[in-house]
């Protein structure tokens, strides 16, 4: 792409010189110590898809730009290596009209701290991304940044300003830094807001400001820390409805009003509030590390809900929770981590309920993961006293993979009689692989698995160990370390069991040699150790089968393989009232949850088995804590029907009365009225097939991959885009999204390219169609191994996702002809054919005049049709509506020449002389 070197000298450019020659696309570089001041008023406006170069030299910025800039007209425009300044009281980059402003490796600075513009304002539609961004501004400073219906992503970054999100917009802050001089740091109203990985502080000077406040938003927080410094404050303060999820989260104070989060393992050093109608979902462990804080760690007040698993607090004081005014508080576990749990006083009034189901006298001692850990003795009694083989047939679904372990447990039950008899046991190697998706139970069947081999013996420790760990608890970034840390899980799991998760990441592709040395390791000691451990190693089957490819020791020492196949419909309806079991909540209808729960796991592509019924149990529990708060006398055990409807029809299709029908945009297209019969036939044969599985009645699964053959401009990108949006509307597929790609986007350059590219695109598309513009020229003959590689990749593909998406197949008949008898599996996996035939002179016409309509041009509608049937006669080009969008641009080509010539015309009204002209030129 073309170069523009912007300088002093006469051999560089002049920046405007350089932007007025540079073309979408093209890079305008900065000379080394060069500083650009752009001091056009208002501003400087760029309207072209550019990227703006500076030098960096070690952390020291060589390019400084200062003024006012202007992004605007739907420009992509990418800043990087700068150091930008404000000089005055103004905005320094102002984003509109749907651009894309990204700022790489850039500082933004400013001296002015009671500016009263943004350092970069965002609008309409706009999207900015910070990629090791960092602000430097004055203390006590009033800056800040303003989003507006705008998508911003912030990541690797350090901002020192404050950030408004507001309207529609959506932030992502990721392993990122917010070190913001002023209250109030980042205030969120009706978005979205993700924190992942992040610190957000703020400083106060009193009153009731908030590190983070927001209002009617959505939020994710996980692995984060939001801190305040000074006088009391709120760090979160959530309001109007707000929702989230936060896990692993870090905060001083919390205060929700009105708003509903779910929390997952978290710690709050000083004050939890729960105010006005808001509800706390709490799984895990949820510390209040409040040493230092005179504040009483929970309260409640004005029909405030919380429920919890495990609650810890630090500090000992006169009421270590406040119910008040209808409130509920509900906890599993209550522990005191230094001192007796017991003697904690709780308030309550007579409106409200504090109900525990047990408090810890001292705080049980647990692993890195927050297990309890029992003495060996302790062990040793609670396994005698355990009936793990119990529970293991007790599990839900996993037949093949019971008889399986039901086999090697009945070995090691042989071995403890020979042993008893005074005979010799058998030889027993245990090291097994489990293979499967998520939420298949591996992990259960694996522990109880030990716990049994441990009960008769054949696992010799004297206490059970289950050691859990991934790759990267083995590998270690240093040469020839990863073997000694490898051997010390080894060594810590000796006697018990070693779970390696995911264990194929051991070999990941292009990764240093660390992998290998872990494997050999692994290998020597399950080899050497092979009575005294049972190594398993779990994860995807296809990957798995991979990994085991790599070293052939696999083979011989891990004799057990376990499939763990996805569970059934039926399974998870088991599994999902089986939850509510536990939790003593009884379902009204449980036919009612059965039929929606098959509905939405067959539809959904979510395969994580016992992880998704898990959440949609958690969804359907919130909505049926809103009820049952929100209406006295409700039954607090009751799961209704509207519990279950309302949570799962989340993210489903919903009819508006501001959206047009698909139906509706189907039949106002101009001809097509084959095609129209076409998918009206092809939706109702969907429909009945719904309709027919949902009463029960096994029915052959419809494919609904499809070709679409015809000349271009037939409207197949348009009608395609309406049947995913049917398609999504009957709950066939389950997003309303279309991809549309031609070869360029699938072949790579080189060998393995191409099936990343191909893979890359199909898994963009999942869920909704993906659309393949001139799908014959992806193989260029018999000799086209890029463009084999890619159809061999579509083919798997489609057929492993046959349900869960839509491959359709464009471009002209003959073409498409030849490409499907090259290519038998295509044709085979295609069963739906839509022929798009070219339009007629006069329904060109019909699409010409509602194109210059929809752009406010008036025309003599008889003398246009006349002039387009004489020129359509004229001109081989069958390529429709796409021809008569190029015969409208030559109207007003010659509307924009008569309007140069004299300004005092219609500039709105085509006339005879246009037309006359434009026919002349088609002679």
């Given at each position: 792409m073309p170069r523009f070197l912007v300088g002093a000298t006469e051999d560089t450019w002049d920046f405007d010189a350089a932007y007025e020659a540079a073309e979408d696309g093209d890079i305008i570089e900065f000379t080394p110590h060069l500083t650009m001041n752009f001091t056009q008023e208002p501003f400087t406006e760029i309207t072209k898809n550019i990227t703006i170069v500076g030098h960096v030299e070690g952390n020291r910025f060589l390019?400084?730009?200062?003024?006012?800039?202007?992004?605007?007209?739907?420009?992509?425009?990418?800043?990087?290596?700068?150091?930008?300044?404000?000089l005055k009281n103004t905005n320094m980059v102002h984003i509109t009209g749907e651009s894309e402003v990204t700022f790489k490796n850039c500082v933004l600075q400013s001296d002015y701290p009671e500016n009263d513009h943004f350092l970069v304002f965002s609008e309409e539609k706009s999207k900015?991304?910070?990629?090791?961004?960092t602000t430097k501004l004055p203390d006590k400073h009033e800056l800040g940044m303003k989003f507006i219906h705008s998508a911003v992503s912030i990541q690797n970054s350090t901002i020192q300003n404050r950030l408004w999100i507001r309207e529609n917009s959506e932030l992502e802050f990721v392993h990122s830094k917010m070190e913001c001089s002023r209250p109030t740091s980042l205030w969120i109203d009706d978005s979205k807001l993700s924190i992942l990985s992040s610190q957000v502080s703020g400083t106060f000077e009193g009153g009731s400001q908030a590190v983070l406040n927001a209002s009617k938003s959505e939020l994710v927080i996980e692995d984060s820390l939001i801190h305040g410094v000074g006088k009391d404050y709120y760090t979160i303060y959530?309001?109007?409805?707000?929702?989230?999820?936060?896990?692993?989260?870090?905060v001083d104070f919390m205060k929700l009003k009105n708003s509903h989060i779910r929390m997952v393992n978290g710690a709050i050093n000083h004050n939890l509030t729960i105010d006005g109608d808001s509800t706390l979902y709490s799984r895990g462990r949820l510390r209040f590390l409040n040493k230092e804080s005179q504040h009483i760690p929970i309260s409640l007040t004005t029909n405030a809900l919380f429920v919890g698993d495990s609650v810890e607090v630090e500090k000992?004081?006169?009421?270590?929770?406040?119910?008040?005014?209808?409130?509920?508080?509900?906890?599993?576990?209550?522990?005191?981590?230094?001192?007796?749990?017991?003697?904690l006083n709780y308030e309550t009034d007579e409106t409200s309920q504090c109900s525990i189901a047990q408090k810890h006298k001292v705080a049980p001692e647990r692993s890195e993961k927050g297990e309890i850990i029992r003495t060996a003795n302790e062990q040793k009694a609670h396994h005698t006293n355990t009936d793990y083989y119990a529970q293991l047939q007790g599990l839900i679904g996993l037949k093949t993979v019971k008889e399986k372990v039901d086999k090697l447990i009945q070995q090691a039950r042989y071995n403890q009689l020979q042993i008893e008899q005074g005979l010799p046991p058998e030889k027993m190697t245990m090291h097994a692989a489990f293979l499967g998706n998520p939420g298949t139970g591996k992990t259960t069947v694996a522990r109880l698995m030990g716990q049994i081999l441990f009960q008769y013996g054949a696992l010799k420790g004297e206490e059970f160990k289950f050691v859990e760990v991934s790759a990267a608890d083995l590998l270690s970034g240093y040469v020839n370390q990863t073997a000694e840390q490898t051997r010390k899980k080894l060594e810590e799991a000796k006697g018990g069991v070693l779970f390696i998760d995911e264990a194929y990441a051991l070999n990941k592709k292009g990764s240093n040699s660390t992998g290998e040395e872990a494997i050999n390791e692994l290998l020597t000691y399950m080899e050497n150790h092979r009575d005294d451990i049972m190594v398993i190693f779990a994860g995807y089957t296809k990957e798995m089968e991979q990994f085991f490819d790599v070293n052939p020791g696999f083979n011989s020492r891990v004799p057990h393989q376990l499939v763990f196949e996805d569970y059934s419909p039926d399974e998870i309806v088991q599994?999902?009232?089986?939850?509510?079991?536990?939790?003593?909540?009884?379902?009204?209808d449980p036919e009612f949850y059965a039929r929606n729960i098959k509905k939405a796991y067959k539809r959904s592509l979510d395969k994580?088995?016992?992880?998704?019924?898990?959440?949609q149990n958690e969804q359907i529990m919130q909505e049926f804590i809103f009820r049952v708060m929100s209406q006295d006398g409700e039954d607090m055990t009751l799961i209704k029907n509207q519990d279950i409807e309302k949570a799962l029809s989340q993210g489903s299709y919903e009819e508006s009365e501001h959206k047009a029908d698909a139906w509706e945009q189907l039949n106002q297209l101009i001809g097509l009225e084959k095609v129209k019969e076409q998918v009206s036939a092809f939706i109702h044969q969907v429909e009945l097939s719904k309709v027919r599985q949902e009463q029960g009645i096994e029915t052959k699964n419809i494919t609904l991959h499809s070709l679409f053959l015809g000349n271009p401009g037939t409207g197949k990108t348009t009608v395609a885009r309406i049947i995913g949006e049917l398609l999504y509307q009957k709950g066939m597929i389950a997003t309303n999204k279309m991809v549309e790609v031609s070869r360029g986007d699938l072949i790579g350059g080189y060998q393995g390219q191409?099936?990343?590219?191909?893979?890359e695109q199909l898994q963009a598309a999942l869920g909704g169609v993906l659309f393949i513009d001139e799908a014959y020229s992806l193989k260029h003959g018999a000799n086209d191994n890029f463009g084999q590689e890619a159809i061999d990749e579509i083919l798997k593909f489609m057929e492993d996702h046959r349900h869960d998406m839509v491959v359709i197949f464009a471009g002209y008949h003959k073409e498409m002809s030849t490409f499907l008898e090259t290519n038998s599996g295509l044709a085979s996996r295609v069963p739906n054919t839509f022929d798009f035939e070219d339009y007629t002179s006069e329904e060109i016409a019909q699409i010409g005049l509602y194109e210059l309509g929809s752009d406010s041009l008036t025309v003599d509608e008889e003398a246009y049709r006349q002039a387009v049937a004489t020129a359509y006669a004229r001109t081989n080009d069958r390529s429709n509506g796409r021809w008569i969008r190029n015969f409208n641009e030559k109207l007003r080509l010659r509307l924009a020449t008569r309007f140069g010539n004299n300004p005092s015309i219609d500039p709105n009204?085509?006339?005879?002389?246009?037309l006359d002209d434009v026919l002349a030129m088609s002679k």
């Open positions: 390019n400084t730009i200062t003024g006012k800039i202007k992004i605007s007209n739907k420009a992509k425009v990418i800043f990087q290596n700068l150091w930008m300044s404000i900015v991304n910070f990629k090791k961004f959530l309001q109007k409805s707000c929702t989230g999820v936060f896990k692993n989260l870090n000992e004081i006169s009421s270590i929770i406040r119910v008040k005014e209808g409130s509920s508080f509900i906890a599993n576990d209550f522990i005191h981590l230094n001192g007796d749990a017991t003697k599994m999902g009232l089986k939850i509510f079991e536990g939790k003593a909540r009884k379902v009204e994580s088995n016992a992880r998704w019924i898990r959440n191409t099936a990343i590219k191909t893979r009204q085509i006339i005879q002389q246009d």
